[in-house]
């Protein structure tokens, strides 16, 4: 009873552009596949991805890669239910550059992809009395190398894109919640914030908050690396994570510290 009284939020974090940078290894492979199934007519800039997935439904990267290759031969006049297009085919493409040929012995883009928050981050949110778990539309294979390999976090809570729909659907979101909940034994009225980097992650939690408005959800949106290479990009994307319900921008994880989130959740009592 002592924990549950002591604990005042739960942070739940999204993993590409949030716990990863994913702009050499993700992104770059969805350009990859793209360009290999339009025979190298056509690769998508950073800008063109960050379009589509400004849509809000496309989080999961392989089904990007697919929509991308059907409006490219869309513009030459070929509808896409004429086209030939092998999904698992593009899937193992994909991974092939993404995680590399080899499925048990990883060398692809995943190794050289830099964290962007450390485990001290999250000790300190511990410290505060703030539980946390992770809710990714990555592979649960993808996920947990970050988390436990390149991390070193013992067993921490995460769906993954095997265990629920994906984004916008609430389902994940929710679930985690529960994990932590159950895990750590918290009230199931505590505020929740999720960290995430598209438009997909601010929908998750407006959709969270229809299936439960009795409790407290705060979108936290997070810049992407690849976003803040200029002001005017930088503040065109933190512009439409606004216009998607997040309540605040950072640009960086863990400045999303225990007295910002204090603050969040003030704002929203």
């Not at 993808?142 to 993954?160: C, D, E, F, K, M």
């Not at 503040?235 to 319900?245: P, V």
Request: aromatic content about 10%.
């Amino acid at each position: 009873m002592q924990e549950q009284q002591l604990v005042s939020a739960i942070v739940v974090f999204d993993i590409d552009g949030v716990v990863r940078d994913v702009g050499g290894s993700y992104r770059r492979a969805l350009a990859d596949t793209v360009g290999h199934f339009t025979a190298g007519a056509y690769r998508p800039t950073s800008a063109n991805i960050d379009n589509l997935k400004s849509e809000g439904v496309w989080n999961n990267d392989w089904e990007a890669s697919q929509e991308l290759i059907f409006r490219y031969f869309e513009t030459q006049g070929q509808p896409r239910s004429h086209l030939q297009l092998d999904y698992q085919a593009l899937v193992t493409f994909f991974q092939s550059r993404y995680r590399g040929p080899n499925p048990d012995r990883w060398t692809g883009y995943i190794c050289n992809e830099p964290l962007l928050l450390q485990p001290s981050y999250l000790q300190q949110l511990s410290a505060a009395g703030i539980c946390w778990g992770f809710f990714s539309g990555a592979t649960r294979a993808s996920a947990t190398y970050v988390l436990t390999t390149r991390l070193g976090l013992h067993s921490p809570i995460l769906i993954a894109m095997e265990d629920a729909p994906g984004k916008p659907d609430p389902t994940g979101l929710l679930a985690t919640v529960k994990q932590i909940e159950q895990h750590k034994g918290v009230d199931s009225s505590i505020p929740v914030l999720y960290a995430g980097d598209t438009v997909a992650d601010m929908y998750t939690v407006e959709r969270a908050r229809s299936l439960n408005p009795s409790r407290c959800w705060i979108g936290v949106g997070i810049l992407p690396p690849h976003v803040q290479e200029t002001p005017a990009r930088r503040d065109a994307y933190a512009k439409t994570l606004k216009a998607s319900g997040a309540t605040a921008i950072f640009g960086h994880i863990e400045q999303l510290n225990p007295a910002r989130i204090r603050e969040l959740i003030l704002s929203k009592s």
